[in-house]
């Protein structure tokens, strides 16, 4: 679990119903704090059971050399929930490449987990 989802799990237990997701992230619709919660691990869960054999769905290299890590998808210049959630939904579904498509839920949840590896300092490896 990342110290972010477990962060973000201790506050839930003391603020659930009453705060939004939306106060801290307006690219995002504004679902609960502990909906949240649940929508990214669900995505990390994803990500290691479907996602995890190609690319590295944490902080590190890709298993498969040709497929970028996660955190270098989130942290391209302009990518937020909608546009990334538009992506994954028709990113997987060439058959030369994978050949498969992820549902629509799944969807939402893999975006809501990939935004927690958004870091404002992050720089290419090339750079």
């Known amino acids: 679990m990342t110290s972010r989802i477990a962060f973000l799990l201790a506050i839930t237990v003391l603020m659930a119903p009453s705060c939004t997701a939306s106060e801290g992230r307006t690219s995002r619709p504004g679902p609960t704090l502990a909906s949240e919660v649940r929508a990214e691990q669900a995505g990390l869960a994803f990500a290691r059971a479907r996602c995890a054999g190609?690319?590295?769905?944490?902080?590190?290299?890709?298993?498969?050399?040709?497929?970028?890590?996660?955190?270098?998808?989130?942290?391209?210049?302009?990518?937020?929930?909608?546009?990334?959630?538009?992506?994954?939904?028709?990113?997987?579904?060439?058959?030369?490449?994978?050949?498969?498509?992820?549902?629509?839920?799944?969807?939402?949840?893999?975006?809501?987990?990939?935004?927690?590896?958004?870091?404002?300092?992050?720089?290419?490896?090339?750079?």
């Open 54 to 127: 190609c690319h590295s769905v944490a902080r590190g290299v890709s298993p498969n050399p040709q497929a970028p890590t996660f955190e270098a998808v989130i942290n391209t210049p302009g990518l937020d929930f909608s546009t990334l959630s538009s992506w994954l939904g028709n990113s997987h579904d060439f058959p030369a490449m994978m050949n498969f498509t992820i549902d629509s839920a799944e969807v939402d949840n893999l975006a809501s987990y990939m935004l927690t590896l958004k870091d404002p300092g992050y720089r290419r490896a090339n750079d």
